[in-house]
C-alpha cells in the first residue's frame, strides 16, 4: 500500500504565503492532485498534475512536487482560503489514495 | 454547466442494504470514468470506487471489495453504487466524482453528497 502524509494544521496571517506539504515514498515520480474543501461543501481540484491549475483558479495557488515531498504554495493567502486541503495520486498498487488533509486557518 | 446530483443515502442498519445514484449533466457522461469518494464524519477523504467511461472495468478500495458494486447506465447519464453488508464504518458522506480526463485522471467535478448513516 502507498501512504501519503500530511501535517494535521497550518496557520498563517491574511496576505502571507501558505505552504502545504505531502510526503509519499518517491512521490516525485508520481503526479500529484491537490483538492480544497471549505466546511460543509464538497471538494474543489485546485491542482493538478502537479502544478496546473483548473480554469477558475487562482493564480496564487500553485504546486511543486520532488523526492519524497508535494508542496502547495497559496500565496496572498485570504480568509477565504480557509478551508481543508487534501493530496492525492494515484498508484498501481493501491489505485487512488489521498493524504490525511491538512487544515488551513488563516489567523 | 456540469451537475452531479446524488441521491439514495440515508439510515440503514447493520448489514442492510442501499444503492446509491447519480445524476450526470452539463457534460458528456460516457466519455468520463467515474468515481465514489467518502468521508466519515470529521474524517478525511476515502476513495471508494471508480468505473471506466464504458464501464466495463471497476475498482475498488480494499474495505468495501466484495460488498459494494459500482455500476453505471451511461443511456441515463447516471453511475449507481450498490452496497450491501453494510457496516458501521461505512456511515459517511458519498460523493461522486467525475473523473477529468483519460484513465486514471483527477476528480475535476464533484457531487454535493448524500449522508449514508449506519445504526441499529
Known amino acids: 500500500s502507498y501512504f501519503l502524509t500530511q501535517a494535521p494544521s497550518v496557520s498563517v496571517a491574511p496576505g502571507q504565503t501558505a505552504r502545504i506539504t505531502c510526503d509519499g515514498n518517491?512521490?516525485?515520480?508520481?503526479?500529484v492532485h491537490w483538492y480544497q474543501q471549505r466546511p460543509g461543501q464538497a471538494p474543489v481540484l485546485v491542482v493538478y498534475?502537479?502544478?496546473d491549475r483548473p480554469s477558475g483558479i487562482p493564480e496564487r495557488f500553485a504546486g511543486s512536487n520532488s523526492g519524497n515531498s508535494a508542496t502547495l504554495t497559496i500565496s496572498r493567502v485570504e480568509a477565504g482560503d480557509e478551508a481543508d486541503y487534501y493530496c492525492?495520486?494515484?498508484?498501481?498498487?493501491?489505485?487512488?489514495?489521498f493524504g490525511g488533509g491538512t487544515k488551513v486557518t488563516v489567523l | 454547466e456540469v451537475q452531479l446530483l446524488e441521491s439514495g443515502g440515508g439510515l440503514v442498519q447493520p448489514g442492510g442494504s442501499l444503492r446509491l445514484s447519480c445524476a450526470a449533466s452539463g457534460f458528456m457522461f460516457s466519455n468520463h470514468a467515474m468515481t465514489w469518494v467518502r468521508q466519515a464524519p470529521g474524517k478525511g477523504l476515502q476513495w471508494v470506487s471508480s468505473?471506466?467511461?464504458?464501464?466495463?472495468?471497476?475498482y475498488y478500495a480494499d474495505s468495501v471489495k466484495g460488498r459494494f458494486t459500482i455500476s453505471r447506465d451511461n443511456s441515463r447519464n447516471t453511475l449507481f453504487l450498490q452496497m450491501n453488508s453494510l457496516r458501521a464504518d461505512d456511515t459517511a458522506v458519498y460523493y461522486c466524482?467525475?473523473?477529468?480526463?483519460?484513465?486514471?485522471?483527477?476528480?475535476?467535478?464533484w457531487g454535493q453528497g448524500t449522508l449514508v448513516t449506519v445504526s441499529s
Open positions: 468505473v471506466t467511461a464504458s464501464g466495463f472495468s471497476t
Open positions: 492525492q495520486v494515484w498508484d498501481s498498487a493501491s489505485d487512488w489514495v
Open positions: 518517491n512521490i516525485g515520480s508520481k503526479s
Open positions: 498534475d502537479g502544478r
Open positions: 466524482a467525475k473523473e477529468l480526463a483519460g484513465d486514471p485522471s483527477p476528480f475535476d467535478y
